[in-house]
């Protein structure tokens, strides 16, 4: 492999370092890229290495020097035609801001995706509704977050991705959970308990919390054992804080 392809490569195994927390190997990886860039012909590979630069900026937690390699993404990207390279910078942009501002972002993009004529950039809008939902919880603004991710269920059975469909009926009965929905919340969870070949603890979890606020904490405490078994040995990046953990465990007792 060479030219082309091999630099768009090497933006892959350094965002694998990234991914890893490796982000002084993933810079100096990204350096040789950009070293030789000015060679390249690909519009592609020029998104990919700026994507990948911002992300491991983002990931170490300096947003302002990661917003202007998603920029220029997004901008290369919308030139050449790349749709769904476009759309992934744009959701980029949007978790690297806060507020209104990430809305904003993300609004946007949702709007690019519905509009896009390439089937993987109109996938982009299912990670963008999510994201919406999960910012607009953050900010108290539960029955427009509801909105969102039922918005996101449409989508994802539009697109018939039913993995995508499950998480966003997640989300709505973890959505639900905030608005002390708990019978309905509990009621959405059983049903992806039921329809997953695999356990997820994350379910596990979230059936858990619901018997817990109804006062059923001796169906709850089997539940909490069990997802405190599944989760507690994810990868870091996908684990809940130890605050989570630690309660898990506390309730998973007499």
């Known amino acids: 492999m060479a030219g082309d392809d ?24 990204l350096d040789r890229i950009e ?17 990948e630069r911002g992300r491991s900026f983002r990931s170490a937690s300096q947003p302002n020097l990661a917003r202007p390699h998603f920029d220029l993404a997004m901008t290369i990207a919308q030139a050449a035609g790349e749709e769904a390279l476009a759309l992934d910078a744009i959701h980029m942009l949007a978790l690297t801001e806060t507020g209104d501002a990430a809305l904003d972002w993300n609004r946007r993009g949702i709007a690019a995706a519905r509009a896009a004529k390439d089937p993987a950039a109109q996938r982009w809008a299912l990670s963008m509704l999510n994201n919406l939902g999960l910012a607009l919880r953050e900010q108290g603004r539960l029955a427009e977050a509801l909105a969102a991710f039922e918005d996101n269920q449409r989508e994802a059975e539009r697109l018939q991705l039913p993995a995508r469909r499950d998480l966003a009926r997640w989300q709505i ?36 919390e619901l018997l817990h606020a109804l006062g059923r904490e001796a169906e709850a405490r089997p539940y909490f054992a069990r997802a405190y078994t599944l989760l507690s040995p994810l990868p870091a990046a996908q684990r809940p804080s130890r605050e989570r953990l630690a309660r898990l465990r506390a309730l998973s007792g007499p």
């Open 35 to 51: 070293a030789v860039l000015p060679q390249s012909t690909a519009p592609a590979a020029r998104v990919r290495y700026h994507l």
């Open 173 to 208: 009965a973890r959505t639900l959970r905030e608005m002390r929905r708990h019978e309905e919340a509990l009621k959405i969870q059983r049903q992806l308990e039921a329809g997953s070949a695999q356990v997820d603890g994350f379910v596990l979890e979230e059936i858990a």
């Open 6 to 29: 091999r630099l768009i490569l090497l933006t892959q195994i350094a965002r694998t370092y990234s991914l890893r927390g490796w982000f002084d190997e993933a810079h100096r990886l």
